[in-house]
């Protein structure tokens, strides 16, 4: 799975910090369908990725922490999102999610690549 997402997430990444600078409309709407593409395999990879972590005995446990996590983000992102648009911007919310979907880039990049399923 990390070799399908790690490269989505960073696609999803380097659309966001680019999209602010696009002042071409065709590198606008490029930058958007990279970032909704990437973004959008993003969901179904940590399903499976998830999936394929866990056993039999836990993975609905672990499913629905990671449904729960999603939620949380559905909430809190869009409060987040409206007070750095206070202070930097649209741009800056761009920015800043960018950089926050390169760091969770990072994060699994470093972590386990499959096969740490134990029992």
């Known amino acids: ?13 380097l659309a966001l910090v680019v999209l602010p600078f ?3 409309l065709p590198a606008a709407v490029l930058a958007m369908v990279l970032a909704g593409f ?7 990879l940590t399903m499976a990725w998830v999936a394929a972590e866990t056993t039999p005995e836990t993975r609905a446990t672990a499913m629905s922490v990671r449904i729960v996590a ?7 992102v869009p409060a987040l999102a409206g007070l750095v648009a206070g ?7 761009l920015w800043v999610t960018g950089t926050a979907v390169a760091a969770v880039g990072f ?4 972590g386990r690549a499959g096969g740490a ?3």
């Open 1 to 13: 799975m990390a070799l399908l997402a790690v490269p989505a997430v960073f696609g999803a990444a």
């Open 22 to 24: 696009a002042t071409w």
């Open 38 to 44: 990437t973004l959008g395999m993003c969901q179904p």
């Open 70 to 76: 999603n939620r949380l983000g559905q909430v809190t």
């Open 87 to 93: 202070f930097a911007g649209v741009a800056g919310v």
């Open 107 to 110: 994060v699994i990049r470093g």
């Open 117 to 119: 399923r134990s029992g």
